[in-house]
């Protein structure tokens, strides 16, 4: 079973960063994409951004040159360093295996003034 936990979203302006983390525990193996996705209220969930083992990265087109994937092999983390955030950007964000339905429990990040 796979256990993933999410922290680091909270309220900020808009213009401002957050930086989100999501570790990954349990039987995971060594072969596996890591991607973040978001939904707001009312919409689908979509996926942000993808990162495999070795470091390949896709981005949502609304998010590309804002925010950056990255992943930590050794601790099984990944990162999304969202910055210039707008108030499109509220959503809860949730971590995933790809392709798998591994999902972690969701974090909140409202951007408001």
């Known amino acids: 079973q796979v256990h993933l936990v999410e922290s680091g979203g909270g309220l900020v302006q808009p213009g401002g960063s957050l930086r989100l983390s999501c570790t990954a525990s349990?039987?995971?193996?060594?072969?596996?994409?890591m991607a973040w996705h978001r939904q707001a209220p009312g919409q689908q969930r979509q996926l942000v951004a993808r990162?495999?083992?070795?470091?390949?990265?896709n981005y949502e087109d609304s998010v590309r040159g804002r925010f950056t994937i990255s992943r930590d092999n050794a601790t099984n983390t990944v990162y999304l360093q969202m910055n210039s955030l707008n108030s499109e950007d509220t959503a809860v964000y949730y971590c995933?295996?790809?392709?798998?339905?591994?999902w972690g429990q969701g974090t909140q990040v409202t951007v408001s003034s």
């Open positions: 990162i495999t083992r070795g470091g390949i990265t």
């Open positions: 349990g039987s995971i193996g060594s072969i596996y994409t």
């Open positions: 995933n295996i790809w392709g798998t339905p591994a």
